[in-house]
């Protein structure tokens, strides 16, 4: 038996290694879900993302490429690659779609602490 999950199991910490997180974006979905804070955006809700194998070079949660088919986060070990995410507020979307529209910045810090 595994305990019941909570609103609170969703939230994304960046230390941990991208392969458990790709793993647990796929467990949450699509109750929970698994979200993180942005700039610009309360939060992002994170529907797909895998694990690319490789160390991280930058602080767990820091942007370090967006590409048309993923932006690319730094985690505690290796980098994760997110593929489909769903802002605040709008609809869940491609990382091609909503780079279309909002550009995001090498450098970037996600995870951030979501105001209650």
Request: net charge positive; aromatic share 6%; no cysteine.
């Amino acid at each position: 038996m595994a305990p019941l999950l909570k609103k609170e199991d969703g939230s994304i910490d960046w230390t941990l290694p991208a392969v458990t997180l790709a793993n647990r974006i796929r467990g949450l979905a699509p109750w929970p879900g698994a979200y993180t804070a942005a700039p610009g955006s309360d939060r992002w809700t994170i529907w797909r993302a895998h694990a690319l194998p490789g160390p991280a070079t930058k602080t767990p949660g820091t942007v370090v490429a967006v590409t048309n088919e993923a932006i690319h986060v730094a985690t505690g070990e290796g980098v994760l690659a997110l593929l489909e995410l769903q802002p605040a507020n709008s609809r869940r979307m491609g990382v091609a779609q909503y780079v279309a529209g909002h550009p995001i910045a090498v450098g970037l810090q996600l995870g951030r602490p979501i105001p209650s």
